[in-house]
Protein backbone atom coordinates (compact mmCIF):
# COMPACT_ATOMS: atom_id res chain seq x y z
CA UNK A 1 0.00 0.00 0.00
CA UNK A 2 1.06 3.49 -0.69
CA UNK A 3 2.17 6.33 2.10
CA UNK A 4 -0.38 8.09 3.30
CA UNK A 5 0.79 11.11 2.00
CA UNK A 6 0.09 9.08 -2.02
CA UNK A 7 -3.52 9.54 -1.49
CA UNK A 8 -4.43 12.43 -2.99
CA UNK A 9 -7.80 14.48 -3.23
CA UNK A 10 -10.73 13.29 -5.72
CA UNK A 11 -10.51 14.47 -9.57
CA UNK A 12 -13.49 16.14 -8.89
CA UNK A 13 -12.21 19.05 -6.07
CA UNK A 14 -9.70 19.98 -8.71
CA UNK A 15 -10.30 20.08 -12.20
CA UNK A 16 -12.13 22.83 -14.39
CA UNK A 17 -12.61 21.72 -18.28
CA UNK A 18 -12.17 25.74 -19.14
CA UNK A 19 -8.81 25.71 -17.36
CA UNK A 20 -7.38 22.68 -19.05
CA UNK A 21 -8.32 23.89 -21.94
CA UNK A 22 -6.67 27.04 -21.82
CA UNK A 23 -2.77 25.52 -21.01
CA UNK A 24 -2.52 26.95 -17.62
CA UNK A 25 -4.49 27.74 -14.38
CA UNK A 26 -7.76 28.52 -13.24
CA UNK A 27 -8.71 31.97 -11.45
CA UNK A 28 -5.78 32.94 -9.00
CA UNK A 29 -6.87 33.10 -4.90
CA UNK A 30 -5.45 34.86 -2.27
CA UNK A 31 -2.99 32.06 -0.94
CA UNK A 32 -2.68 30.46 2.26
CA UNK A 33 0.41 31.73 4.79
CA UNK A 34 3.52 30.35 3.71
CA UNK A 35 5.53 27.50 5.25
CA UNK A 36 6.94 28.43 8.84
CA UNK A 37 10.61 27.71 8.02
CA UNK A 38 12.74 30.13 10.56
CA UNK A 39 13.54 33.44 8.56
CA UNK A 40 17.00 34.28 7.79
CA UNK A 41 18.80 35.83 10.29
CA UNK A 42 18.63 39.18 8.76
CA UNK A 43 15.19 39.29 8.18
CA UNK A 44 12.49 40.38 10.89
CA UNK A 45 9.64 37.24 12.05
CA UNK A 46 7.23 38.78 9.00
CA UNK A 47 9.57 37.96 6.57
CA UNK A 48 7.97 35.15 5.32
CA UNK A 49 4.77 36.70 4.91
CA UNK A 50 3.01 36.78 1.76
CA UNK A 51 1.54 40.14 2.20
CA UNK A 52 4.89 41.64 2.92
CA UNK A 53 7.41 39.66 0.95
CA UNK A 54 5.30 38.23 -2.14
CA UNK A 55 8.73 37.03 -3.55
CA UNK A 56 10.27 35.18 -0.66
CA UNK A 57 13.90 35.53 -0.22
CA UNK A 58 14.36 36.86 -3.83
CA UNK A 59 14.01 40.50 -5.15
CA UNK A 60 11.89 41.07 -8.50
CA UNK A 61 14.02 42.57 -10.96
CA UNK A 62 11.85 45.48 -12.32
CA UNK A 63 12.21 46.30 -15.73
CA UNK A 64 13.27 42.58 -17.36
CA UNK A 65 13.25 41.95 -19.92
CA UNK A 66 13.77 46.01 -21.61
CA UNK A 67 10.85 46.82 -23.92
CA UNK A 68 12.03 44.99 -27.76
CA UNK A 69 13.71 47.48 -30.22
CA UNK A 70 11.61 48.84 -33.08
CA UNK A 71 14.55 47.32 -35.48
CA UNK A 72 11.91 45.10 -38.20
CA UNK A 73 9.02 47.01 -37.17
CA UNK A 74 7.05 49.10 -34.70
CA UNK A 75 5.90 48.13 -31.64
CA UNK A 76 3.55 50.99 -31.24
CA UNK A 77 0.24 49.67 -29.92
CA UNK A 78 1.68 46.24 -28.60
CA UNK A 79 2.99 44.36 -25.63
CA UNK A 80 4.19 40.73 -24.90
CA UNK A 81 2.21 37.82 -25.37
CA UNK A 82 1.84 35.07 -23.60
CA UNK A 83 4.90 33.33 -22.12
CA UNK A 84 5.24 29.69 -22.58
CA UNK A 85 8.81 28.65 -21.74
CA UNK A 86 12.23 30.06 -20.68
CA UNK A 87 15.80 28.63 -20.35
CA UNK A 88 18.48 30.01 -19.09
CA UNK A 89 21.40 28.93 -20.75
CA UNK A 90 24.03 30.98 -18.25
CA UNK A 91 23.15 34.36 -17.33
CA UNK A 92 23.82 36.54 -20.13
CA UNK A 93 21.74 34.30 -22.56
CA UNK A 94 18.30 33.07 -21.28
CA UNK A 95 15.75 31.97 -24.20
CA UNK A 96 12.13 33.03 -24.10
CA UNK A 97 9.12 31.74 -25.77
CA UNK A 98 6.43 34.05 -26.48
CA UNK A 99 2.67 32.74 -28.28
CA UNK A 100 2.79 36.35 -29.70
CA UNK A 101 2.51 39.94 -29.14
CA UNK A 102 -0.98 41.42 -27.91
CA UNK A 103 -2.48 44.57 -28.86
CA UNK A 104 -2.88 47.21 -25.80
CA UNK A 105 -5.98 49.00 -25.82
CA UNK A 106 -5.77 52.39 -26.40
CA UNK A 107 -4.36 54.88 -24.30
CA UNK A 108 -2.40 52.17 -22.34
CA UNK A 109 1.11 52.84 -21.75
CA UNK A 110 3.51 51.23 -24.37
CA UNK A 111 4.60 47.33 -23.24
CA UNK A 112 2.09 47.18 -20.46
CA UNK A 113 1.56 43.37 -19.39
CA UNK A 114 -1.88 42.09 -19.62
CA UNK A 115 -1.95 41.94 -15.67
CA UNK A 116 -1.56 45.26 -15.41
CA UNK A 117 -4.23 46.67 -17.89
CA UNK A 118 -6.75 48.96 -16.77
CA UNK A 119 -9.74 48.25 -17.34
CA UNK A 120 -8.48 44.82 -16.78
CA UNK A 121 -8.44 42.70 -20.42
CA UNK A 122 -8.12 39.25 -18.98
CA UNK A 123 -5.61 36.86 -19.50
CA UNK A 124 -2.49 37.08 -22.18
CA UNK A 125 -3.98 34.15 -23.91
CA UNK A 126 -2.48 32.81 -26.80
CA UNK A 127 -5.26 31.68 -28.51
CA UNK A 128 -6.57 32.65 -31.76
CA UNK A 129 -9.49 34.73 -31.31
CA UNK A 130 -12.74 33.03 -31.42
CA UNK A 131 -10.68 29.86 -31.69
CA UNK A 132 -10.07 27.83 -28.21
CA UNK A 133 -7.02 25.83 -27.40
CA UNK A 134 -8.45 22.88 -28.96
CA UNK A 135 -9.49 24.53 -32.18
CA UNK A 136 -12.83 24.69 -31.11
CA UNK A 137 -14.83 27.70 -31.81
CA UNK A 138 -15.64 29.98 -29.10
CA UNK A 139 -17.17 33.61 -28.49
CA UNK A 140 -14.57 36.50 -30.04
CA UNK A 141 -12.90 39.11 -27.21
CA UNK A 142 -12.95 41.32 -30.22
CA UNK A 143 -8.88 41.39 -30.66
CA UNK A 144 -6.26 39.04 -32.06
CA UNK A 145 -2.49 38.63 -31.19
CA UNK A 146 -0.14 38.65 -33.99
CA UNK A 147 2.55 36.40 -34.50
CA UNK A 148 6.02 38.50 -34.07
CA UNK A 149 9.19 37.23 -31.74
CA UNK A 150 8.39 33.44 -30.45
CA UNK A 151 11.49 33.35 -29.88
CA UNK A 152 13.79 35.33 -28.16
CA UNK A 153 17.06 35.64 -26.00
CA UNK A 154 18.19 38.23 -23.65
CA UNK A 155 21.32 39.05 -21.84
CA UNK A 156 21.51 39.82 -17.87
CA UNK A 157 20.88 43.70 -18.28
CA UNK A 158 17.57 42.00 -20.21
CA UNK A 159 18.50 43.38 -23.37
CA UNK A 160 17.40 41.74 -26.95
CA UNK A 161 20.64 39.67 -27.97
CA UNK A 162 19.04 37.22 -30.89
CA UNK A 163 16.01 35.93 -31.79
CA UNK A 164 14.63 33.41 -34.59
CA UNK A 165 11.83 35.19 -36.54
CA UNK A 166 11.94 32.74 -39.20
CA UNK A 167 9.97 30.38 -36.63
CA UNK A 168 7.32 32.74 -36.40
CA UNK A 169 5.59 31.33 -39.29
CA UNK A 170 6.24 27.78 -38.38
CA UNK A 171 4.27 27.96 -35.06
CA UNK A 172 1.11 29.89 -36.67
CA UNK A 173 0.07 27.01 -39.23
CA UNK A 174 -3.17 25.62 -39.44
CA UNK A 175 -6.08 27.46 -37.92
CA UNK A 176 -5.33 27.37 -34.21
CA UNK A 177 -1.32 27.15 -33.77
CA UNK A 178 -0.38 28.99 -30.81
CA UNK A 179 3.05 29.12 -31.14
CA UNK A 180 5.64 27.52 -28.39
CA UNK A 181 5.11 25.62 -25.29
CA UNK A 182 8.29 24.96 -23.72
CA UNK A 183 11.71 25.68 -24.78
CA UNK A 184 14.93 23.96 -23.61
CA UNK A 185 18.82 22.18 -24.31
CA UNK A 186 19.67 18.99 -22.92
CA UNK A 187 22.15 19.03 -20.43
CA UNK A 188 24.20 16.56 -21.69
CA UNK A 189 23.98 17.77 -25.57
CA UNK A 190 27.63 19.48 -26.01
CA UNK A 191 26.39 20.65 -29.48
CA UNK A 192 23.10 22.34 -27.62
CA UNK A 193 20.65 21.64 -29.86
CA UNK A 194 17.59 23.78 -29.03
CA UNK A 195 14.20 21.87 -29.06
CA UNK A 196 10.87 23.38 -29.00
CA UNK A 197 7.92 21.89 -28.46
CA UNK A 198 4.25 23.01 -29.90
CA UNK A 199 1.54 21.82 -27.94
CA UNK A 200 -1.12 22.88 -30.42
CA UNK A 201 0.31 21.59 -33.48
CA UNK A 202 1.62 18.05 -31.46
CA UNK A 203 5.24 18.41 -32.99
CA UNK A 204 8.66 18.53 -31.03
CA UNK A 205 11.41 20.38 -33.22
CA UNK A 206 15.06 20.04 -32.57
CA UNK A 207 16.96 22.52 -34.15
CA UNK A 208 21.02 23.34 -34.29
CA UNK A 209 21.97 26.27 -32.28
CA UNK A 210 22.02 28.95 -34.72
CA UNK A 211 18.55 27.73 -35.33
CA UNK A 212 17.89 24.86 -38.37
CA UNK A 213 15.68 22.93 -38.06
CA UNK A 214 17.51 19.63 -38.15
CA UNK A 215 14.40 17.21 -36.98
CA UNK A 216 10.84 17.06 -36.30
CA UNK A 217 8.94 14.44 -34.17
CA UNK A 218 5.13 14.29 -34.79
CA UNK A 219 2.56 15.09 -37.75
CA UNK A 220 1.64 18.83 -37.62
CA UNK A 221 -1.75 18.74 -37.02
CA UNK A 222 -2.52 15.33 -36.48
CA UNK A 223 -3.37 13.99 -33.05
CA UNK A 224 -2.63 10.94 -31.51
CA UNK A 225 -0.87 8.19 -29.72
CA UNK A 226 1.74 6.23 -31.51
CA UNK A 227 5.54 6.00 -32.05
CA UNK A 228 5.10 9.69 -34.44
CA UNK A 229 1.72 11.19 -33.15
CA UNK A 230 0.71 12.79 -30.04
CA UNK A 231 -1.58 14.72 -28.69
CA UNK A 232 -0.14 17.97 -27.09
CA UNK A 233 3.04 17.26 -25.96
CA UNK A 234 4.06 19.48 -23.38
CA UNK A 235 7.50 18.69 -21.82
CA UNK A 236 10.54 16.93 -22.33
CA UNK A 237 13.36 15.46 -20.20
CA UNK A 238 16.82 13.75 -21.09
CA UNK A 239 19.41 10.49 -19.65
CA UNK A 240 22.74 11.08 -20.40
CA UNK A 241 23.26 8.91 -23.09
CA UNK A 242 20.88 11.51 -24.65
CA UNK A 243 17.55 9.02 -24.36
CA UNK A 244 15.05 10.94 -23.81
CA UNK A 245 11.08 11.05 -22.83
CA UNK A 246 8.26 13.24 -23.85
CA UNK A 247 5.25 14.29 -21.63
CA UNK A 248 2.19 13.91 -23.71
CA UNK A 249 -0.17 16.07 -22.75
CA UNK A 250 -2.60 18.07 -22.75
CA UNK A 251 -5.00 15.50 -24.29
CA UNK A 252 -2.58 12.53 -24.44
CA UNK A 253 -2.49 10.29 -20.98
CA UNK A 254 1.37 9.13 -21.49
CA UNK A 255 5.12 9.43 -21.10
CA UNK A 256 6.80 8.89 -24.14
CA UNK A 257 10.30 7.53 -24.50
CA UNK A 258 13.23 7.79 -27.19
CA UNK A 259 16.32 6.41 -27.50
CA UNK A 260 19.23 8.96 -28.80
CA UNK A 261 18.58 7.89 -32.33
CA UNK A 262 14.80 9.13 -31.81
CA UNK A 263 13.35 6.30 -32.45
CA UNK A 264 9.68 5.09 -30.15
CA UNK A 265 11.10 2.75 -27.47
CA UNK A 266 8.15 2.72 -25.23
CA UNK A 267 5.01 4.63 -23.63
CA UNK A 268 3.20 3.98 -20.40
CA UNK A 269 0.07 5.82 -19.01
CA UNK A 270 -4.05 5.62 -19.45
CA UNK A 271 -6.90 7.87 -18.14
CA UNK A 272 -8.21 7.14 -15.23
CA UNK A 273 -10.69 4.00 -14.65
CA UNK A 274 -12.63 5.70 -11.79
CA UNK A 275 -11.89 9.82 -12.36
CA UNK A 276 -12.93 9.89 -9.15
CA UNK A 277 -9.92 7.91 -7.76
CA UNK A 278 -7.23 7.69 -10.00
CA UNK A 279 -4.76 5.48 -9.35
CA UNK A 280 -0.74 5.00 -10.37
CA UNK A 281 0.57 5.47 -13.90
CA UNK A 282 -3.12 6.94 -14.90
CA UNK A 283 -3.39 10.64 -15.71
CA UNK A 284 -4.92 14.08 -16.31
CA UNK A 285 -2.73 16.01 -18.24
CA UNK A 286 0.67 15.29 -18.43
CA UNK A 287 2.58 18.43 -17.99
CA UNK A 288 5.92 18.63 -16.72
CA UNK A 289 8.58 15.95 -16.57
CA UNK A 290 12.06 16.03 -15.05
CA UNK A 291 14.89 13.76 -14.15
CA UNK A 292 16.85 13.14 -10.55
CA UNK A 293 20.56 12.45 -10.62
CA UNK A 294 19.78 8.67 -10.48
CA UNK A 295 17.52 8.89 -13.34
CA UNK A 296 14.14 9.01 -11.31
CA UNK A 297 11.54 10.72 -13.46
CA UNK A 298 9.40 13.15 -11.66
CA UNK A 299 6.20 13.73 -13.60
CA UNK A 300 3.71 16.54 -12.89
CA UNK A 301 0.10 14.88 -13.21
CA UNK A 302 -1.59 18.25 -13.35
CA UNK A 303 -5.41 17.77 -13.16
CA UNK A 304 -4.78 15.28 -10.40
CA UNK A 305 -2.66 17.41 -8.45
CA UNK A 306 0.30 15.38 -8.32
CA UNK A 307 3.67 13.58 -8.82
CA UNK A 308 3.99 10.69 -10.17
CA UNK A 309 7.36 9.19 -9.97
CA UNK A 310 8.91 6.25 -12.42
CA UNK A 311 11.95 4.55 -12.96
CA UNK A 312 13.14 5.16 -16.71
CA UNK A 313 11.86 1.92 -17.92
CA UNK A 314 8.25 2.92 -17.02
CA UNK A 315 7.76 0.99 -13.26
CA UNK A 316 5.55 2.95 -11.33
CA UNK A 317 7.27 3.84 -7.72
CA UNK A 318 5.92 6.87 -5.94
CA UNK A 319 2.89 9.49 -5.94
CA UNK A 320 2.50 12.37 -3.85
CA UNK A 321 -0.09 15.20 -3.62
CA UNK A 322 1.60 18.36 -4.68
CA UNK A 323 0.26 21.14 -2.18
CA UNK A 324 1.63 22.51 1.51
CA UNK A 325 -0.36 20.69 4.25
CA UNK A 326 -1.13 23.59 5.61
CA UNK A 327 -3.81 24.97 2.68
CA UNK A 328 -7.31 23.64 3.32
CA UNK A 329 -8.96 20.47 1.78
CA UNK A 330 -10.79 23.41 -0.32
CA UNK A 331 -7.88 24.91 -1.92
CA UNK A 332 -7.85 24.17 -5.35
CA UNK A 333 -4.20 23.54 -7.32
CA UNK A 334 -3.02 23.35 -10.50
CA UNK A 335 0.77 23.20 -11.18
CA UNK A 336 1.75 24.06 -14.30
CA UNK A 337 6.09 23.02 -14.26
CA UNK A 338 8.30 21.86 -11.92
CA UNK A 339 12.67 21.27 -12.08
CA UNK A 340 14.81 19.22 -9.97
CA UNK A 341 17.99 21.43 -8.85
CA UNK A 342 21.86 20.87 -8.51
CA UNK A 343 20.90 19.97 -4.56
CA UNK A 344 17.81 17.04 -5.32
CA UNK A 345 15.03 19.80 -4.16
CA UNK A 346 11.98 19.87 -6.78
CA UNK A 347 10.17 23.35 -7.36
CA UNK A 348 7.03 23.57 -8.42
CA UNK A 349 4.78 26.75 -10.05
CA UNK A 350 1.19 26.60 -8.75
CA UNK A 351 -1.29 28.36 -10.91
CA UNK A 352 -4.14 28.94 -8.36
CA UNK A 353 -2.23 30.21 -5.67
CA UNK A 354 0.37 31.61 -7.37
CA UNK A 355 3.25 30.03 -5.37
CA UNK A 356 6.86 28.47 -5.85
CA UNK A 357 6.39 24.83 -3.87
CA UNK A 358 9.90 23.60 -2.68
CA UNK A 359 9.68 19.79 -2.40
CA UNK A 360 12.33 17.22 -1.50
CA UNK A 361 12.19 13.86 -3.49
CA UNK A 362 10.10 11.76 -1.13
CA UNK A 363 7.22 14.19 -1.40
CA UNK A 364 7.96 16.44 1.50
CA UNK A 365 7.04 19.96 1.35
CA UNK A 366 9.48 22.05 2.93
CA UNK A 367 8.88 26.03 2.00
CA UNK A 368 6.55 28.32 -0.91
CA UNK A 369 5.98 31.51 -1.51
CA UNK A 370 4.57 33.97 -3.82
CA UNK A 371 1.44 35.55 -4.29
CA UNK A 372 -1.51 36.67 -7.13
CA UNK A 373 -1.71 40.56 -8.43
CA UNK A 374 -0.28 42.99 -10.92
CA UNK A 375 2.51 44.21 -8.90
CA UNK A 376 6.14 42.98 -10.27
CA UNK A 377 7.00 40.17 -8.69
CA UNK A 378 3.73 38.54 -8.40
CA UNK A 379 2.59 35.84 -10.47
CA UNK A 380 -0.18 33.71 -12.16
CA UNK A 381 0.83 31.06 -13.91
CA UNK A 382 4.45 30.01 -13.95
CA UNK A 383 4.61 27.94 -17.11
CA UNK A 384 8.31 28.02 -17.47
CA UNK A 385 10.72 28.04 -14.72
CA UNK A 386 14.98 28.22 -15.09
CA UNK A 387 17.62 29.49 -12.77
CA UNK A 388 21.40 30.51 -14.11
CA UNK A 389 24.69 29.94 -12.52
CA UNK A 390 24.07 33.34 -10.36
CA UNK A 391 21.51 31.92 -8.76
CA UNK A 392 18.79 33.96 -10.83
CA UNK A 393 15.13 32.54 -10.83
CA UNK A 394 13.54 33.24 -13.98
CA UNK A 395 9.87 32.34 -14.49
CA UNK A 396 7.37 32.43 -17.95
CA UNK A 397 3.78 33.58 -16.97
CA UNK A 398 1.72 32.61 -19.16
CA UNK A 399 -1.65 34.56 -18.01
CA UNK A 400 0.48 37.50 -16.34
CA UNK A 401 1.77 38.42 -19.79
CA UNK A 402 5.43 38.92 -18.81
CA UNK A 403 8.49 37.23 -17.98
CA UNK A 404 9.99 37.42 -15.18
CA UNK A 405 13.67 37.51 -13.34
CA UNK A 406 14.60 37.49 -9.64
CA UNK A 407 17.55 37.84 -7.81
CA UNK A 408 18.55 36.44 -4.63
CA UNK A 409 18.56 39.17 -1.87
CA UNK A 410 21.02 39.69 0.67
CA UNK A 411 21.87 37.38 3.06
CA UNK A 412 18.95 35.22 1.74
CA UNK A 413 18.12 32.10 3.49
CA UNK A 414 20.19 29.15 1.14
CA UNK A 415 17.20 26.97 1.79
CA UNK A 416 14.94 29.38 0.23
CA UNK A 417 16.52 29.66 -3.04
CA UNK A 418 16.57 27.53 -5.90
CA UNK A 419 19.75 25.89 -6.71
CA UNK A 420 20.87 25.68 -10.46
CA UNK A 421 19.38 23.19 -13.44
CA UNK A 422 21.76 20.75 -14.70
CA UNK A 423 24.29 21.70 -17.51
CA UNK A 424 27.34 19.35 -17.92
CA UNK A 425 28.37 21.14 -20.80
CA UNK A 426 28.60 24.58 -19.15
CA UNK A 427 31.36 26.50 -19.78
CA UNK A 428 30.24 29.71 -18.68
CA UNK A 429 32.73 31.86 -15.91
CA UNK A 430 31.68 34.38 -13.85
Given at each position: ????????????????????????????????????A???????????????W????????????K?????????????????????????????????????????A???????????????????G??????????????????????????N??????????H???????????????????????????????????????????????????????K????????????????????????????????????????K????????????????????N???????????????????H???????????????W???????????????????I??????????????????????????????????Q???????????????????????????V?K?????N???????????????????
Open positions: MLPSRSRVAPLALLMCSSVIAIGCGGTTSEPPAASTPAASSAPAARNSHQDPTGDYRVVEGWPPLPDTDHSHAGWTWGSFGGVYAENPDRIWVAMRGELPLPEGAPWTPYVALQPPRGNSTGNDGISATCQPEPKRGWERRFQHSILVFGAGDLIDQWPLDKLFSQLPCGRGPHQIKISPYDKEKHVWIIDDQLHVIYRFTYDGKLVHTLGELGRGRGPNTFDRPTDIAWLPDGTYFISDGYGGTRVAKFGPDDFIMDWGQPPADPKNPGPNEWTVHSIAISADRKLFVVDRGARMQVFDENGKFLDMPLRSPDWPASQNTLMVNHFDDKGFIWVGDAPTARILKFDQQGNFLYSWGAPGPPGRLACSHGMTTDQLGNLYLADCFNGRQFEPIAANPDRIAGQIMRTWDTWKK
